[in-house]
């Protein structure tokens, strides 16, 4: 079974950047039709969609992070980062990993890491 694992900082300062690292097994970041996905979920507030990689690494994201979003890959360790600059307390949030299936018209998430939580606050 393929299995998703975010590891990061957890406390980071306004204005810092954070970044955090998805290692993924069972199953290789590269596999055609997949993708793979940042999302986070602030205290108390729903999902929102950050953005994603491909499995041939073309990138996405939400328009109102694209600004300060960057995602890449390793695929040598089979992980992909997320970074995100100039972060403000509004960024406090479960940040999740996630990979989306190739095999429909429309978006689902079958696979998600535990989370991982970050904290901005000075």
């Known amino acids: 079974q393929v299995q998703l694992q975010e590891s990061g900082p957890g406390l980071v300062k306004p204005s810092q950047t954070v970044s955090l690292t998805c290692t993924v097994s069972?199953?290789?970041?590269?596999?055609?039709?997949?993708?793979w996905h940042w999302i986070r979920q602030p205290p108390g507030k729903g999902l929102e969609w950050i953005g994603s990689?491909?499995?041939?690494?073309?990138?996405y994201y939400s328009p109102s992070l694209k600004s300060r979003t960057s995602i890449s890959r390793d695929t040598s360790k089979n992980q992909f980062t997320l970074q995100l600059n100039s972060v403000t307390p509004e960024d406090t949030a479960v940040y999740y990993c996630?990979?989306?299936?190739?095999?429909?018209?429309?978006?689902?998430?079958?696979?998600w890491g535990q989370g991982t939580q970050v904290a901005v606050s000075s």
């Open positions: 996630a990979r989306e299936s190739g095999d429909n018209s429309y978006t689902i998430y079958d696979y």
């Open positions: 069972g199953g290789s970041i590269t596999t055609n039709s997949y993708h």
């Open positions: 990689i491909g499995y041939s690494g073309t990138t």
